[in-house]
C-alpha cells in the first residue's frame, strides 16, 4: 500500500531474507550503532512510507537518550528536507523528530537551525493543521533556547506570528507561544520587536484565562515585567481593562516565581512615573498581598515588595528621626488613604498577620542560633550578646 494523501499511513514493512542457518538461530536485536546505522539509511530511502518510519524511530529512541541524540546528528539534514514533503504525516513526522534531538542539545539546535528547517517551520505557524501548527510552537520553544538562534528566530518574522498565536491559537498553542516569545525576549533587542506587535491585550487575557500557579503563568508575567520597561507597555497595561487587576491577582496567589516577576512588574511603573501610576494601583487592592510578599516571598520579592510599599505612601520620602520610617508606619500610612472600609479592613488585618508571622520567623531563627551557639563552655549570657551582635 502507498502513501495516501487523506491522512490514512500505510507503512511498508522493510523485506528480511531468512536463510536456512538463520530458521534455527532465535532473532538477536541490533546493536545501537546498528541501529542508528539502518534508521538513517531509511531515512534516504525514496519510499516517503519508510522516511515516516525512520522519523518515528528517531523520534523515539531520543526521547529520553541524550547519546542516541548525538548519534542522529546525521539525521538533521534529511529530516530537514521532509518539511517540505507534500504529506502531512511526514511533515509531523519529521517535525517530531526534529524537536527530540534539539533537546538539551546546543549543537543540534544550532544545526537545525544552519540546515533552513526554520522557514518552512515559520510556514507551519500559519497552517490550518493544529497538530502541525503545535509541533512548530513547540519546535520553537526548544529552538529558541540557544543564545545563537535568538537573533535568527526573531529576524525570520516568528515574533508577529507567536503573537498572533496568543490572540486565535488554541489552548496549549498560546501556552506554547508565550514560552517560546518569554525565551526570546531573553535576547534584549527582541524585546523592542515583541512590543511592536501589541502584545499585552493577548497576554493579559492569557494570564487572566490560567492558573495563577502554572508556568504559563510564569512565562506571562515574566515577560510583562520586560515589557513595562519600556513607555510603550506601561501605558498599554494601563489602558487594557483589568491589565492591573491581572497582575495583582498573580502577585497575591501565583508561583514563587509569578509573584516575583508580578511585583517586579509593579514596581517598574512605579519607579518610572510614581504620580501617574500610583493610583491605578492601589485601586486594584494591591496592600494585601504586597504585606505578605513581606514576609513570604523570595529575597528579592521582600526587597521588591518593601520598596513598591514606601512608594506607595503619601510620602514615599523617609520619615525624620521621631518617626521612623518602619514598615508598619509605611502600611498604616498607606492604609489610611484606602478607599472603602472592606480594604481597609483587609489590609489591617493582612498587617496584624504579618506582623505575627514575622515575629515567628524571627523567634525561630534564635532560637536555631542559640542552639548552634551553646557547646557546654558557654554560658546563655554570652549566647544572647553573640546572637544580638550578628
Same mark, same amino acid.
Request: hydrophobic residues 40%; contains cysteine.
Given at each position: 500500500?502507498?502513501?495516501?494523501?487523506?491522512?490514512?499511513?500505510?507503512?511498508?514493512?522493510?523485506?528480511?531474507?531468512?536463510?536456512?542457518s538463520d530458521a534455527d538461530t532465535?532473532?538477536?536485536?541490533?546493536?545501537?550503532?546498528?541501529?542508528?546505522?539502518?534508521?538513517?539509511?531509511?531515512?534516504?530511502?525514496?519510499?516517503?512510507?519508510?522516511?515516516?518510519?525512520?522519523?518515528?524511530?528517531?523520534?523515539?529512541?531520543?526521547?529520553?537518550?541524550?547519546?542516541?541524540?548525538?548519534?542522529?546528528?546525521?539525521?538533521?539534514?534529511?529530516?530537514?528536507?521532509?518539511?517540505?514533503?507534500?504529506?502531512?504525516?511526514?511533515?509531523?513526522?519529521?517535525?517530531?523528530?526534529?524537536?527530540?534531538?534539539?533537546?538539551?542539545?546546543?549543537?543540534?539546535?544550532?544545526?537545525?537551525?544552519?540546515?533552513?528547517?526554520?522557514?518552512?517551520?515559520?510556514?507551519? $505557524?500559519? =497552517?490550518?493543521?493544529?497538530?502541525?501548527? #503545535? &509541533? !512548530?510552537?513547540?519546535? %520553537?520553544? @526548544?529552538?529558541?533556547? /540557544?543564545?545563537?538562534?535568538?537573533?535568527?528566530?526573531?529576524?525570520?518574522?516568528?515574533?508577529?506570528?507567536?503573537?498572533?498565536?496568543?490572540?486565535?491559537?488554541?489552548?496549549?498553542?498560546?501556552?506554547?507561544?508565550?514560552?517560546?516569545?518569554?525565551n526570546l525576549s531573553t535576547h534584549?533587542?527582541?524585546?523592542?520587536?515583541?512590543?511592536?506587535?501589541?502584545?499585552?491585550?493577548?497576554?493579559?487575557?492569557?494570564?487572566?484565562?490560567?492558573?495563577?500557579?502554572?508556568?504559563?503563568?510564569?512565562?506571562?508575567?515574566?515577560?510583562?515585567?520586560?515589557?513595562?520597561?519600556?513607555?510603550?507597555?506601561?501605558?498599554?497595561?494601563?489602558?487594557?481593562?483589568?491589565?492591573?487587576?491581572?497582575?495583582?491577582?498573580? $502577585?497575591? =496567589?501565583?508561583?514563587?516565581?509569578?509573584? #516575583? &516577576? !508580578?511585583?517586579?512588574? %509593579?514596581? @517598574?511603573?512605579?519607579? /518610572?512615573?510614581?504620580?501617574?501610576?500610583?493610583?491605578?494601583?492601589?485601586?486594584?487592592?494591591?496592600?494585601?498581598?504586597?504585606?505578605?510578599?513581606?514576609?513570604?516571598?523570595?529575597?528579592?520579592?521582600?526587597?521588591?515588595?518593601?520598596?513598591?510599599?514606601?512608594?506607595?505612601?503619601?510620602?514615599?520620602?523617609?520619615?525624620?528621626?521621631?518617626?521612623?520610617?518602619?514598615?508598619?508606619?509605611?502600611?498604616?500610612?498607606?492604609?489610611?488613604?484606602?478607599?472603602?472600609?472592606?480594604?481597609?479592613?483587609?489590609?489591617?488585618?493582612?498587617?496584624?498577620?504579618?506582623?505575627?508571622?514575622?515575629?515567628?520567623?524571627?523567634?525561630?531563627?534564635?532560637?536555631?542560633?542559640?542552639?548552634?551557639?551553646?557547646?557546654?563552655?558557654?554560658?546563655?549570657?554570652?549566647?544572647?550578646? #553573640?546572637?544580638?551582635?550578628?
Open positions: 500500500m502507498g502513501f495516501k494523501e487523506s491522512g490514512q499511513c500505510h507503512l511498508t514493512t522493510v523485506p528480511t531474507t531468512v536463510t536456512s532465535p532473532p538477536r536485536a541490533l546493536s545501537p550503532s546498528s541501529n542508528v546505522n539502518q534508521t538513517l539509511l531509511l531515512l534516504q530511502s525514496d519510499d516517503v512510507n519508510l522516511r515516516v518510519q525512520a522519523a518515528a524511530e528517531i523520534r523515539r529512541l531520543t526521547k529520553t537518550s541524550q547519546r542516541y541524540r548525538r548519534h542522529f546528528s546525521g539525521a538533521v539534514k534529511p529530516l530537514v528536507d521532509m518539511l517540505r514533503c507534500n504529506y502531512i504525516e511526514a511533515k509531523e513526522a519529521a517535525l517530531a523528530a526534529l524537536l527530540n534531538l534539539a533537546v538539551k542539545d546546543e549543537t543540534n539546535k544550532i544545526n537545525i537551525i544552519d540546515a533552513g528547517a526554520l522557514e518552512p517551520i515559520i510556514g507551519f $505557524l500559519q =497552517s490550518e493543521d493544529p497538530t502541525l501548527q #503545535e &509541533h !512548530a510552537i513547540a519546535a %520553537l520553544i @526548544t529552538l529558541s533556547a /540557544s543564545s545563537v538562534n535568538k537573533p535568527i528566530i526573531s529576524a525570520s518574522g516568528a515574533i508577529p506570528l507567536l503573537v498572533e498565536t496568543l490572540r486565535h491559537g488554541s489552548s496549549q498553542a498560546k501556552s506554547d507561544a508565550v514560552m517560546a516569545l518569554y534584549p533587542e527582541n524585546v523592542s520587536l515583541i512590543l511592536q506587535t501589541d502584545p499585552i491585550p493577548p497576554l493579559v487575557n492569557l494570564l487572566k484565562s490560567c492558573k495563577n500557579s502554572s508556568k504559563t503563568a510564569e512565562r506571562c508575567t515574566g515577560l510583562i515585567e520586560l515589557l513595562v520597561g519600556f513607555d510603550e507597555g506601561r501605558t498599554e497595561l494601563t489602558s487594557e481593562e483589568g491589565g492591573i487587576l491581572a497582575v495583582v491577582e498573580v $502577585l497575591e =496567589s501565583g508561583s514563587l516565581q509569578s509573584r #516575583e &516577576h !508580578a511585583v517586579g512588574t %509593579l514596581l @517598574t511603573m512605579c519607579q /518610572s512615573d510614581r504620580c501617574k501610576y500610583r493610583e491605578p494601583i492601589l485601586r486594584e487592592g494591591v496592600i494585601p498581598g504586597l504585606l505578605e510578599l513581606t514576609v513570604q516571598g523570595t529575597p528579592k520579592s521582600q526587597l521588591k515588595a518593601q520598596t513598591l510599599l514606601r512608594l506607595l505612601r503619601d510620602n514615599p520620602y523617609p520619615r525624620s528621626e521621631l518617626q521612623p520610617d518602619t514598615l508598619e508606619n509605611i502600611v498604616c500610612n498607606i492604609i489610611s488613604r484606602i478607599d472603602g472600609e472592606e480594604q481597609t479592613g483587609k489590609a489591617k488585618q493582612m498587617l496584624a498577620e504579618m506582623v505575627q508571622v514575622s515575629m515567628e520567623q524571627s523567634l525561630k531563627h534564635l532560637q536555631q542560633r542559640a542552639l548552634v551557639c551553646t557547646p557546654a563552655d558557654l554560658t546563655i549570657s554570652n549566647c544572647a550578646s #553573640e546572637v544580638s551582635s550578628k
